[in-house]
T-cell receptor
Framework: AQSVTQLGSHVSVSEGALVLLRCNYSSSVPPYLFWYVQYPNQGLQLLLK??????LVKGINGFEAEFKKSETSFHLTKPSAHMTDAAEYFC???????????FGKGTTLSVSS | EAGVTQSPTHLIKTRGQQATLRCSPI?????VYWYQQALGLGLQFLLW???????NRGNFPPRFSGRQFPNYSSELNVNALELEDSALYLCASRTEGDYEQYFGPGTRLTVT
């Protein structure tokens, strides 16, 4: 069965610093992986997705993620944090049947000036 | 292009009552998903509807049910509400052949 683990429920960075949000997955088949962002009192917005094409995936708002099969990881990065990046971030994997997303517990990103 | 819409934004019910939540998918999307985001439990898959049929459900009791209408909009019903049903309920839609799900803003259900 598929599963997702997000290491660190809360990450704090300074404005302009590197953002690194960690995601490890478990899957018995080649995974489809997603990163979503949720701003307070809003729904989820897709940042980027991996669907077995290029291992380095670029998304919106300057975020990117690298799929590493050997490490079963799909970490999210952004070179320079902005105050507007403060939000909750969810990593998700499509289940084996392709019928639902399985989400990690989420990581709250705080950005200080 | 209009996104996924959900109504109402907030819903307050009393324990034992029934709640009805509504979702309109993006035009052209035939699949609708429901997820529950409860405090401390994260995002959990509830139900999937496609072409008017329930295709899959998560690990939730039968008092969580729903349907999909011919225009692909969907309704989630929660019967015999319990305090732990208090959560944000998110609807998502996708088009056939695409794995990407687009989420609505959610309905905040509070059970008192």
């Amino acid at each position: 069965a598929q599963s997702v683990t997000q290491l660190g429920s809360h990450v704090s960075v300074s404005e302009g610093a590197l953002v690194l949000l960690r995601c490890n997955y478990s899957s018995s088949v080649p995974p489809y992986l997603f990163w979503y962002v949720q701003y307070p009192n809003q729904g989820l917005q897709l940042l980027l997705k991996y669907t077995s094409a290029a291992t380095l995936v670029k998304g919106i708002n300057g975020f990117e993620a690298e799929f590493k099969k050997s490490e079963t990881s799909f970490h999210l990065t952004k070179p320079s944090a902005h105050m507007t990046d403060a939000a909750e971030y969810f990593c998700a994997v499509l289940n084996q049947a392709g019928t639902a997303l399985i989400f990690g517990k989420g990581t709250t990103l705080s950005v200080s000036s | 292009e209009a996104g996924v819409t959900q109504s109402p934004t907030h819903l307050i019910k009393t324990r034992g009552q029934q709640a009805t939540l509504r979702c309109s998918p993006i035009s052209g999307h035939t699949s609708v998903y429901w997820y529950q985001q409860a405090l401390g439990l994260g995002l959990q898959f509830l139900l999937w509807y496609d072409e008017g049929e329930e295709r899959n459900r998560g690990n939730f009791p039968p008092r969580f049910s729903g349907r999909q209408f011919p225009n692909y909009s969907s309704e989630l019903n929660v019967n015999a509400l319990e305090l732990e049903d208090s959560a944000l309920y998110l609807c998502a839609s996708r088009t056939e052949g695409d794995y990407e799900q687009y989420f609505g803003p959610g309905t905040r259900l509070t059970v008192t």
